[in-house]
T-cell receptor, first 116, second 108 residues
Framework: DGGITQSPKYLFRKEGQNVTLSCEQNLNHDAMYWYRQDPGQGLRLIYYSQIVNDFQKGDIAEGYSVSREKKESFPLTVTSAQKNPTAFYLC???????????????FGPGTRLTVT | AQSVSQHNHHVILSEAASLELGCNYSYGGTVNLFWYVQYPGQHLQLLLKYFSGDPLVKGIKGFEAEFIKSKFSFNLRKPSVQWSDTAEYFCAVNTMRFGAGTRLTVKP
């Protein structure tokens, strides 16, 4: 059963702690993405990666870090430098055709992070 | 910079009413356009997409969208909504640029 898994579904942390969100896909997609979803703001791109060992910053990368050591995995670390980390985080993946503009994305179920 | 505007934040309709959700984008080059839907408690999923060809595209569950290049628009339509269409709808341009979303509530 192909898809994207994100764990955990709910995550609670104290302010000042780093936390890592997991994202795994078995769709054999080259590209993976992290978004933050806040009410009334839609999805905002944090980081994306189109190939293993390479990734690019999105619009709101400050306070976040990622790694892409394996094709199927793209973990996101929310660092203590992120000023407002409480949010719903979505991971997605897609194929990347030769002409470079990626196809549609497949999304995971999301992780709701609460930092107090 | 690319941007996507969804004009309606919350739309409330009665069942059988017609639906049109607006989406405008700012980008001068080639665009790939998408509408995604997020039903309560479910994953975001693709409703329909436009890459090239016929500007009127049909998606799942009776939805369609029309790409009007001169207006930089890609509005979503459905002739007759059902209660099960209650969800949040997102327009996206070139995969990674999303609008703020429109919440649709359909009253039975």
């Amino acid at each position: 059963d192909g898809g994207i898994t994100q764990s955990p579904k709910y995550l609670f942390r104290k302010e000042g702690q780093n936390v890592t969100l997991s994202c795994e896909q078995n769709l054999n997609h080259d590209a993976m993405y992290w978004y933050r979803q806040d009410p009334g703001q839609g999805l905002r791109l944090i980081y994306y990666s189109q190939i293993v060992n390479d990734f690019q910053k999105g619009d709101i990368a400050e306070g976040y870090s990622v790694s892409r050591e394996k094709k199927e995995s793209f973990p996101l670390t929310v660092t203590s430098a992120q000023k407002n980390p409480t949010a719903f985080y979505l991971c997605a993946s897609s194929t990347v055709p030769p002409r470079g503009i990626p196809y549609e994305q497949y999304f995971g179920p999301g992780t709701r992070l609460t930092v107090t | 910079a690319q941007s996507v505007s969804q004009h309606n934040h919350h739309v409330i309709l009665s069942e059988a009413a017609s639906l049109e959700l607006g989406c405008n984008y700012s980008y001068g080059g080639t665009v790939n356009l998408f509408w995604y839907v997020q039903y309560p408690g479910q994953h975001l999923q693709l409703l329909l997409k436009y890459f090239s060809g016929d500007p009127l595209v049909k998606g799942i569950k009776g939805f369609e969208a029309e790409f009007i290049k001169s207006k930089f628009s890609f509005n979503l339509r459905k002739p007759s909504v059902q209660w099960s269409d209650t969800a949040e709808y997102f327009c996206a341009v070139n995969t990674m640029r999303f609008g703020a979303g429109t919440r649709l509530t359909v009253k039975p």
